[in-house]
């Protein structure tokens, strides 16, 4: 399966901001939706966002006001943007591809995921 690398997470103060990026093939992005995922500390990993071939977003939770997923497929990366932070979005997380946003069916494998940690 293709690799995914994410990269773009740290240590950020709550209300602040970070941008976070997927790596991913070309063939990867052409063909495939493409999803952010997130796994707190001792809870299960969640569908953050999803975003198809053609740039059409999904965000199943809560999180459309403040998260913002998108794609650059010249570039071979997918982002999520994620503003006004806060100690609940403490999570590693992770991206990957498949099909459908609004019925999401995960195709590839998960790769290391980046930590993200909001604490003053």
């Known amino acids: 399966q293709a690799q995914l690398v994410e990269s773009g997470g740290g240590l950020v103060q709550p209300g602040g901001s970070l941008r976070l990026s997927c790596a991913a093939s070309?063939?990867?992005?052409?063909?495939?939706?493409m999803a952010w995922y997130r796994q707190a500390p001792g809870k299960q990993r969640e569908l953050v966002a999803g975003?198809?071939?053609?740039?059409?977003?999904n965000y199943p939770g809560s999180l459309k006001d403040r998260f913002t997923i998108s794609r650059d497929n010249a570039n071979l990366t997918m982002y999520l943007q994620m503003n006004s932070l806060k100690p609940e979005d403490t999570a590693v997380y992770f991206c990957?591809?498949?099909?459908?946003?609004?019925?999401?069916?995960?195709?590839?494998?998960w790769g290391q995921g980046t930590q993200v940690t909001v604490s003053s």
């Open positions: 990957n591809y498949g099909c459908s946003i609004y019925k999401w069916r995960q195709i590839g494998s």
């Open positions: 070309a063939k990867v992005l052409a063909a495939y939706d």
């Open positions: 975003i198809s071939t053609r740039g059409r977003t």
